[in-house]
């Protein structure tokens, strides 16, 4: 399969590095539109913990030095130090990664929910900007088609948590509950929604809510119920806060150590806890060491979750066998889609064979037209008949085989028609 997939992820990458690729979903728009000046078709898969980007690249190699040189000057990295953290996939390792991507598999917190929206999201910025070829949706209608299977099926999503909400059991289990507890959400996106919406049923004293635009904070507490904060209020906000979720999303730090040991400043022994959840982060790192704070980011929330994973690690088995069978159903899918513009060819070659030798012999024998038509229908028969077993053979072929070249040759077929995927991908 022409598919090329260059990205990093929490596996490969650390988080000072994975802050460098992270993308906002302006930016993602931009990197697209850039990256469409290499490359013809692209999808890129942005998340607050993997950055990939999905090509249709005949020749992957050249595709693969061609991604690298556009990360290496979109992020300012040279070749030789960004290439350590990524990985390059290509035949079919990307749809196979993909689906699992899409099943919640591959995510920081196995079974989280929110990736199949995120690959859904990227399929059609894609498609808005004409940068969906026939390969890239074939393979992104697969691998939402496995991630909706999966959740189905198996339990693996059954009581999942987001990587909000594990910050908010980790804030609850810091400070030994949340019951008359206040907190403060910095963020008004989908993770600071989810943040939020977490937060909402814990018994709090009270919560806030603040970002960036007033008018995302206004909507959101309205919705639920919380007050509002100027984002210049913002040292304001932390000096009464007890637990404090922020993913802004920011290309830098929100929350200086400076800012933060001013909030801290008259509270007396009432400690703070910061769950930074935001990649880029937003808090300085030193913010970790005022006396009184707890500063935890996102890999810490992460260490926190995956303890509390052992349910839904019991159906990651089943997960993978939906994968393994649906990427096998669509490897036979196509391998048939392959190989119909050399059946078409052969079908079209033998016609016109057909109908030729047909006139040729009808001018000589002046037959009465039911004649005709009976000598007609004999050499459709004899074509078809004659066609039927290479025909066959030619789809059933197992990848690697070089069956194709072979019936090319002994049908003496011009060059051969790039193969076009004629559907989004096999019938489930």
């Given at each position: 399969m022409p598919l090329l997939l260059v990205g990093t992820n929490h596996h490969v990458a650390p988080l000072a590095v994975r802050e460098r690729l992270a993308l906002t979903a302006e930016q993602g728009e931009h990197l697209l539109a850039s990256l469409l000046t290499y490359v013809p078709?692209?999808?890129?898969?942005?998340?607050?913990?993997?950055?990939?980007?999905?090509?249709?690249?005949?020749?992957?190699?050249?595709?693969?030095?061609?991604?690298?040189?556009?990360?290496?000057?979109?992020?300012?990295?040279?070749?030789?130090?960004?290439?350590?953290?990524?990985?390059?996939?290509?035949?079919?390792?990307?749809?196979?990664?993909?689906?699992?991507?899409?099943?919640?598999?591959?995510?920081?917190?196995?079974?989280?929910?929110?990736?199949?929206?995120?690959?859904?999201?990227?399929?059609?910025?894609?498609?808005?900007?004409?940068?969906?070829?026939?390969?890239?949706?074939?393979?992104?209608?697969?691998?939402?088609?496995?991630?909706?299977?999966?959740?189905?099926?198996?339990?693996?999503?059954?009581?999942?948590?987001?990587?909000?909400?594990?910050?908010?059991?980790?804030?609850?289990?810091?400070?030994?509950?949340?019951?008359?507890?206040?907190?403060?959400?910095?963020?008004?996106?989908?993770?600071?929604?989810?943040?939020?919406?977490?937060?909402?049923?814990?018994?709090?004293?009270?919560?806030?809510?603040?970002?960036?635009?007033?008018?995302?904070?206004?909507?959101?507490?309205?919705?639920?119920?919380?007050?509002?904060?100027?984002?210049?209020d913002l040292v304001a906000a932390l000096?009464?806060?007890?637990?404090?979720?922020?993913?802004?999303?920011?290309?830098?730090?929100?929350?200086?150590?400076?800012?933060?040991?001013?909030?801290?400043?008259?509270?007396?022994?009432?400690?703070?806890?910061?769950?930074?959840?935001?990649?880029?982060?937003?808090?300085?790192?030193?913010?970790?060491?005022?006396?009184?704070?707890?500063?935890?980011?996102?890999?810490?929330?992460q260490q926190f979750a995956e303890a509390n994973l052992n349910l839904r690690r019991q159906e990651v088995e089943s997960a993978e066998e939906i994968v393994a069978t649906d990427v096998s159903s669509f490897q036979r899918w196509w391998q048939t889609q392959e190989v119909l513009p050399t059946v078409r060819q052969i079908q079209q070659k033998a016609e016109a064979i057909r109908q030729q030798e047909l006139e040729r012999t009808l001018r000589r024998l002046h037959l009465t037209e039911q004649d005709q038509e009976a000598v007609t229908a004999m050499t459709r028969a004899i074509v078809k008949k004659l066609l039927h077993d290479p025909l066959m053979y030619l789809k059933a072929r197992r990848s690697g085989e070089d069956s194709l070249e072979v019936v090319r040759s002994l049908f003496d077929l011009e060059a051969e028609p790039q193969a076009v995927p004629q559907s989004a991908g096999p019938v489930a």
């Open positions: 078709n692209a999808v890129v898969l942005a998340t607050c913990n993997r950055t990939e980007i999905y090509v249709t690249a005949h020749n992957t190699t050249v595709g693969a030095q061609h991604v690298y040189q556009f990360l290496s000057e979109w992020t300012g990295i040279p070749v030789t130090d960004l290439r350590p953290h990524l990985y390059a996939m290509q035949d079919w390792d990307p749809l196979r990664h993909l689906l699992r991507v899409a099943s919640g598999l591959d995510s920081m917190i196995i079974g989280e929910e929110q990736i199949l929206g995120q690959v859904r999201s990227a399929v059609e910025l894609s498609r808005s900007r004409d940068a969906l070829d026939a390969v890239l949706a074939a393979a992104f209608t697969q691998a939402l088609r496995t991630g909706r299977k999966v959740r189905s099926d198996t339990r693996i999503s059954r009581n999942a948590v987001s990587v909000s909400s594990a910050a908010i059991d980790l804030a609850q289990q810091r400070l030994g509950g949340l019951r008359d507890k206040r907190a403060l959400v910095v963020a008004a996106g989908a993770a600071g929604e989810l943040a939020a919406r977490a937060l909402n049923g814990r018994g709090l004293a009270g919560l806030q809510v603040t970002s960036r635009t007033q008018a995302h904070a206004e909507t959101l507490a309205r919705q639920l119920q919380a007050e509002p904060v100027p984002f210049d000096s009464v806060a007890d637990a404090v979720v922020t993913a802004t999303g920011a290309p830098g730090v929100i929350h200086t150590y400076d800012m933060v040991r001013q909030a801290m400043a008259g509270r007396a022994s009432r400690p703070l806890v910061i769950l930074d959840i935001a990649v880029p982060r937003d808090v300085e790192p030193s913010v970790g060491t005022i006396p009184g704070v707890t500063l935890y980011n996102i890999e810490d929330v």
